[in-house]
Each structure stands twice: as C-alpha cells, then as structure tokens.
C-alpha cells in the first residue's frame, strides 16, 4: 500500500543552525505535500505545503522542495529559533477517488533547538 | 472559519469498559471527516474516514467503531476497550485546498 517514509526520527541543531528533515513517498500518483508543526500535547498544524506542478515553495525561514521523480521531498528550516523545537511531520495525499482526500503521514521528526 | 469541537478533553478508562468520543465541526457543510490516533510519542495513524453522512471507511482492523449520525458530527466508540487503545485522538476535517485541519483531540488513558 501507499507508504510515507521519514528521516531523521530526532534532530537536534544549535540555534541559528538549519534543520532539514527528508520525505520519499511511493504512490506516483500522490500531487499534494503537506507539513505539519506539533508541539506537546498539542494538535498538528499545518505550516507549508507544496504541490506536484512546484519543485520549490518558502514561506520566511521555511521552505519545502519536492522531486517527483525521485518520489522525495524535503523541509528546510534556517535560522533555527527555540520555539521550533517540535515534532514534525510529512505527509502524501495519493490520488483521491470521491473526494476522500486521504493523506499518508510520515512517522514525525522530532526537533530539538539548543540555545 | 472553520471550528472543531472534541470531548472530552481528556478521559481516563479501565479495560473493558466502553468509549464514546465526540467530534463537532462549525462553518463547513458537508465536510469529509476523519479520525486519528496518535499513541505517545508516535505518528498520526488513520482509523476511519467519512465523506458524508451514515459513510464510514475503516482503515485499520480493530475493536473500534465510528458513526456519524449528522453532517457534522462523528463519534468515536469501542464496546470494550483494551490497554492499547490508549493514545491521543484526534479529529480533523478538509480546510482550504486540501489541507488537513485537525481539532484539539481527546486523550485517553486506559488503565
């Protein structure tokens, strides 16, 4: 079935550093890449995302790159601050029959920024 | 805007007993609905999806149910629960283009 693999399951960076954390995925016919920010105890919520006619999105300190054929994608954090210490996850929306619109999640990143 | 209601907010159970889980959403008609189950310190693993009412799509074997007797509500239940049921459980439907929004989820202890 429909898989999303994720790497690496903890980082930890010195402040100011970047962070960078990798996705691949198998449905070729996934065209939505979404990722969420989850912090303890909290829900996830989205914070990029990125579609399959785009190879690369930023949004301030963030930014996502996607290579369809090589069924990865990647989010890139610079700058790195405390606050985003969290765990992060990728996510693939395969193809969608009846509007389902169903994700696969990666496993989650946990992020850790020292000071 | 989009709203989602989860409760309760947190709940304790002893094995064998029964679950009722409750999502809302407001500012949406319609809205495909899921349910997540997140075990600690884990990912975000799918268990049912509805694309409208009285539509359940069940996407893991195991001793839960989910119903959703109005548009929008979705209600999560076990007959008994077991120790591994625990876990946080989140509830979340389509904002946007397609993004996944999620409520502020139920955790449950089952002891």
């Known amino acids: 079935g429909e898989n999303v693999e994720q790497h690496p399951s903890t980082l930890s960076v010195q402040e100011g550093d970047s962070a960078v954390i990798k996705c691949t995925y198998s449905?070729?016919?996934?065209?939505?890449f979404p990722w969420y920010k989850q912090e303890l105890g909290k829900r996830p919520q989205l914070i990029i995302d990125i579609r399959s006619n785009v190879g690369e999105k930023k949004d301030q300190r963030i930014a996502v790159t996607l290579n369809k054929t090589a069924k990865h994608f990647s989010l890139h954090i610079t700058e790195t601050q405390p606050e985003d210490s969290a765990v992060y996850f990728c996510?693939?929306?395969?193809?969608?029959?009846?509007?389902?619109?169903?994700?696969?999640f990666g496993t989650g990143t946990r992020l850790k920024v020292l000071a | 805007s989009q709203t989602i209601h989860q409760w309760p907010a947190t709940l304790v159970q002893p094995v064998g007993s029964p679950l009722s889980l409750e999502c809302t959403v407001e500012?949406?008609?319609?809205?495909?609905l899921y349910w997540y189950r997140q075990a600690a310190g884990r990912g975000l693993q799918l268990l049912f999806y509805s694309v409208g009412i009285g539509q359940i799509s069940s996407e893991v074997p195991q001793n839960l149910s989910a119903s959703r007797p109005q548009d929008r509500q979705f209600i999560l239940s076990s007959k008994k629960l077991l120790l591994s049921d625990s876990g946080f459980y989140l509830c979340?439907?389509?904002?946007?283009?397609?993004?996944?929004?999620f409520g502020p989820g139920t955790r449950l202890t089952v002891l």
């Open positions: 996510a693939a929306s395969p193809s969608t029959t009846s509007g389902t619109y169903k994700y696969i």
């Open positions: 500012g949406t008609s319609n809205p495909n």
């Open positions: 979340a439907t389509l904002r946007g283009y397609n993004e996944q929004f």
């Open positions: 449905d070729s016919a996934s065209n939505y």
